[in-house]
């Protein structure tokens, strides 16, 4: 019932940007928390980036600095600007959102289905 698709992936040279865009649908009541992870081949997938309803953000140190999240709630999307982007930065990223869908205190997680970035040397 409740997707995300993410876009804005690519192919980037050492110090480029890209933006990631992620849209969520369906029958959400409202985004607790929305955010990035990120899986590198041979490593764990990690957390990049979180923001929540309240606009409180956190992200992972390696990409402080360069790394913004931002959101719109009227839209349900949740945007990653990545600047002066590295090679360690290559890997799937994948949108993660905590969503409410009633007024009850339940929540539940969905991931979309990733895309890749790669930061060419």
């Known amino acids: 019932q409740v997707q995300l698709v993410e876009s804005g992936g690519g192919l980037v040279q050492t110090g480029g940007s890209l933006r990631l865009s992620c849209a969520s649908s369906?029958?959400?009541?409202?985004?607790?928390?929305m955010g990035w992870y990120r899986q590198a081949p041979g490593k764990q997938r990690e957390l990049v980036a979180t923001?929540?309803?309240?606009?409180?953000?956190n992200l992972v140190d390696s990409v402080k600095g360069r790394f913004t999240i931002s959101r719109d709630n009227t839209k349900n999307t949740v945007f990653l600007q990545m600047n002066s982007l590295k090679p360690e930065d290559t890997a799937v990223y994948y949108c993660?959102?905590?969503?409410?869908?009633?007024?009850?205190?339940?929540?539940?997680?969905?991931w979309g289905q990733g895309t890749q970035v790669t930061v060419s040397s």
């Open positions: 369906g029958s959400i009541f409202s985004i607790n928390v």
């Open positions: 993660y959102a905590d969503v409410s869908l009633s007024f009850s205190r339940r929540t539940y997680q969905y």
């Open positions: 923001i929540t309803s309240g606009g409180s953000i």
